[in-house]
Nanobody, 122 residues
């Protein structure tokens, strides 16, 4: 079981990035996938999640209207589209999964990928 997050990088404020989370060793069909982030010196926080059924929920008010999550079960991959990025979005972004339903609590997630660093310059 492996989750591989990718797509991070350095971007200027106002720019966009798309993160990917590719699963291997299992199928994402029955899993909810969440994106979490951890900024330097801060606790890991839930950002956004997509249920196995396809609905999504934002956990971070600061990203509403800017971040969207989608899934491609055929590719066993979930995407996080991040628009209008702000310096405060700078963090390591992690994807994680749990069966069927979303949770904003990181200890409720079953599997984690290694993070990908997003740096937004002002």
């Amino acid at each position: 079981v492996q989750l591989q997050a990718s797509g991070g990088g350095l971007v200027q404020a106002g720019g966009s990035l798309r993160l990917s989370c590719a699963a291997s060793g299992f199928t994402l069909d029955y899993y909810a996938i969440g994106w979490f982030r951890q900024a330097p010196g801060k606790e890991r926080e839930g950002v956004i999640c997509i249920w196995a059924s396809g609905g999504s929920i934002n956990y971070a008010d600061s990203v509403k209207g800017r971040f969207t999550i989608s899934r491609d079960n055929a590719k066993n991959t979930v995407y996080l589209q991040m628009n209008s990025l702000k310096p405060e979005d700078t963090a390591v972004y992690y994807c994680a999964v749990r069966k069927y339903t979303c949770s904003s609590y990181y200890n409720a997630m079953e599997y984690w990928g290694k993070g990908t660093l997003v740096t937004v310059s002002s």
